[in-house]
């Protein structure tokens, strides 16, 4: 069974930092490529980041690049995003994501992917 569990979520002021982990169970990391997405309340799940299986190619939203940086360590078997210089609209449900193939534009759309975690919340406030 596929299981992604992300953490490192929480409250923090604008301009502020967080950094997300995603635990893949067994070799779903090393063997995937990884992305993240994030939702806000009422709008639909959106693209933030991608990386490739070797970490070597990474795709970035507009809205985050610059700020979020996504790496990967396939001996822990971890996926991160590390998100700097918040805003109020970077708060949403951060979820991490499992897919295969070669990236693609394609790998920017939520269907590209076959395994999810349950998300972790990132609040931006004052």
């Known amino acids: 069974q596929v299981l992604l569990v992300e953490s490192g979520g929480g409250s923090v002021q604008p301009g502020g930092s967080l950094r997300l982990s995603c635990a893949g169970s067994?070799?779903?990391?090393?063997?995937?490529?990884m992305g993240w997405f994030r939702q806000a309340p009422g709008k639909e799940r959106e693209f933030v980041a991608a990386?490739?299986?070797?970490?070597?190619?990474?795709l970035y939203a507009d809205s985050v690049k610059g700020r979020f940086t996504i790496s990967r360590d396939n001996t822990k078997t971890t996926l991160y995003l590390q998100l700097n210089s918040l805003k109020f609209e970077d708060t949403a449900t951060y979820y991490c994501s499992a897919g295969w193939g070669p990236i693609t534009t394609e790998t920017m759309t939520s269907e590209w992917y076959r395994h999810w975690g349950q998300g972790t919340q990132v609040t931006v406030s004052s």
């Open positions: 990386i490739s299986k070797s970490g070597g190619v990474t």
């Open positions: 067994g070799r779903t990391v090393s063997d995937n490529v």
